[in-house]
């Protein structure tokens, strides 16, 4: 099974602040690679597919990149709206796995 | 609109059964592979399962630890997907959560969840 290592699991920070999350997948993964957020109590939300692709409506201050093993979620300047925990999942081969999550709290 | 409603949650006795619903509405929901997601209190996700379209025969995949133990279904005359449930452990209590998947592999909708508690 593919492992997916997050870092940071939790994460403070503040209104305005850039902050960057790590995916790191226990082998190669190629592009398959997505990630989500969840605020508590609600189901998660994706944000980004295929590494860095966009999902529609997601503000643009959100970003992913990375190949193979290593990708980051990247949001500029956190807005209110943005605390909440990520997750990112390997959509590479079965079982499919998601990341422990980050927690972007207020600092 | 996409919408994916859960039902059949509750509380259950370690080595019961219990079968999960989700009603499908707002797309072919034919056409789509569909994800069972689930969520232990304050923890992260776990992928549960998958069942594929009809054209890709229905077959199904299952994560490790419910493997033989749970099964994916789907009535697609019903925009239906189930989740049976059987042998259910203490470590199974968690909300779960139905998903539709989109052809490039990641869960582009999720429902609101339906908490299933096992316990005696």
């Known amino acids: 099974d593919i492992q997916l290592t997050q870092s940071p699991s939790f994460l403070p920070a503040s209104v305005g602040d850039r902050v960057t999350i790590t995916c790191r997948a226990s082998?190669?993964?190629?592009?398959?690679l997505a990630w989500y957020q969840q605020k508590p109590g609600k189901a998660p939300k994706l944000l980004i597919y295929t590494v860095s692709t966009l999902e529609s409506e997601v503000p643009s201050r959100f970003s992913g990149s990375g190949s193979g093993t290593e990708f980051t979620l990247t949001i500029n300047s956190l807005q209110p709206e943005d605390f909440a925990t990520y997750y990112c999942?390997?959509?590479?081969?079965?079982?499919?796995?998601f990341g422990g999550g980050t927690k972007v709290e207020i600092k | 609109e996409v919408q994916l409603v859960e039902s059949g949650g509750g509380l259950v006795q370690p080595g019961g059964s219990l079968r999960l619903s989700c009603a499908a509405s707002?797309?072919?929901?034919?056409?789509?592979?569909m994800d069972w997601v689930r969520q232990a209190p304050g923890k992260g996700l776990e992928w549960v399962g998958r069942?594929?379209?009809?054209?890709?025969?229905?077959?199904?995949q299952y994560a490790a630890s419910v493997n033989g133990r749970f099964t994916i279904s789907r009535d697609d005359s019903q925009n239906s997907l189930y989740l049976q449930m059987n042998s259910l452990k203490t470590e199974d209590t968690a909300v779960y959560f139905c998903?539709?998947?989109?052809?490039?592999?990641?869960?582009?909708?999720w429902g609101q969840g339906t908490l299933v508690t096992v316990s005696s």
């Open positions: 999942q390997q959509l590479n081969s079965y079982p499919l796995t």
């Open positions: 998903a539709r998947r989109r052809s490039n592999g990641c869960i582009d909708h």
């Open positions: 082998q190669g993964i190629s592009n398959f």
């Open positions: 069942v594929r379209n009809k054209a890709n025969r229905l077959t199904t």
């Open positions: 707002g797309f072919s929901f034919s056409d789509y592979y």
